[in-house]
């Protein structure tokens, strides 16, 4: 984080930010150099018809770039889906289950179309789209800005350029939080632990005062299974997980055969997660 977004962060205060559209408004109020800076120049020149430059995607130490296809279509058909992605998840991780709605701590949930396309038109909207839930995760993004506001260096690009969390370095500062403009990040504001069901020994519990997130499951990436959500769909194909960078990989046969949409693309933070609608 630069000395300027620092000074602004102090003087603004996180909540205000945070009511603002976090960091995405601290990268347009600071001028600079920053990737953000370099977005909200993409943004205008959108808004006047000139197409952004295309995205080199940052190369990570082992070359390789995680995404996922979530297909909408199939969790429309099968509305058990939903609760058994977000079951595996809760599981895998020991997410806890408060019981007030205030100190939810979410990972992957379902939401309505509209909150999780808020860029696309609404207008006169069909039936479908009208009764859609579709499942929302950490989108993983190339230029991710929590990474950027993050002190302290607990939220981070792993060799495979997945955005995880150190949860022992977090001081629960809170600035990912209000740079992530997908909201999709969680505080502990009590302490988690009795509110786990079922305890996951080979996965860390949290503490109160810890941010927490999606971490596309860089657990069983790194011993060669699929992500828990993904197991979870079967093999309806609901969810694809596989390496952007592999023009072979199945994700990219799917991203080559589908149209396909990303959340808030204008933003430029490049998310790894497509959807099919
Ligand atoms: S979706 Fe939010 S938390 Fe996830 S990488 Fe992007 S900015 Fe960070
Ligand atoms: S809350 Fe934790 S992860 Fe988030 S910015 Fe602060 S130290 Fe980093
Ligand atoms: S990829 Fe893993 S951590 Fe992320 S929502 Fe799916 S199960 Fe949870």
């Known amino acids: ?16 930010l945070a009511g603002l559209g976090g960091t995405a408004v601290v990268d347009r109020l600071v001028s600079g150099s920053s990737p953000a800076a370099a977005n909200a120049s ?21 070359g390789k770039r995680y995404g996922m296809i979530v297909d909408t279509r199939k969790f429309q058909h099968d509305p058990s889906l939903g609760e058994k992605v977000e079951q595996a998840c809760i599981t895998a991780h020991n997410v806890p289950q408060f019981p007030e709605k205030k100190d939810d701590i979410k990972w992957i949930w379902m939401t309505d179309y509209e909150n999780c396309f ?11 789209t009208e ?13 991710p800005p929590c990474v950027r506001a993050c002190p302290t260096k607990a939220t981070f690009k792993n060799k495979d350029g997945l955005v995880i969390m150190d949860f022992h370095r977090c001081i629960g500062c809170r600035f ?16 988690p632990r009795p509110f786990i069901k079922e305890i996951n020994k080979h996965f860390p519990t949290r503490m109160r005062g810890v941010v927490e997130k999606c971490n596309f499951c860089a657990e069983r990436i790194g011993v060669g299974e699929m ?16 390496d952007l960078n592999d023009p072979h990989s199945e994700i990219r046969k799917l991203l080559k055969e589908n149209y396909t949409i990303q959340r808030k693309p204008s933003l430029g933070t490049h998310p790894s997660v497509f959807y099919i609608v």
């Open 1 to 16: 984080m630069d000395k300027k977004r620092r000074d602004f962060l102090k003087v603004a205060g996180i909540s205000t």
């Open 176 to 191: 990912c939080m209000a740079a992530c403009p997908y909201g999709m990040r969680s505080f502990n504001w009590r302490n």
């Open 131 to 143: 009764d859609h839930q579709v499942p929302v995760l950490c989108n993983h993004c190339d230029n």
């Open 42 to 62: 993409g943004a205008a020149q959108e808004a006047h018809g000139v197409e952004p430059k295309a995205h080199a995607p940052a190369t990570a130490p082992t």
């Open 118 to 128: 808020t860029e696309k038109s609404l207008l006169y909207k069909d039936e479908a």
């Open 227 to 242: 992500p828990a959500c993904v197991e979870a769909c079967g093999n309806t194909k609901a969810m694809v997980f596989g």
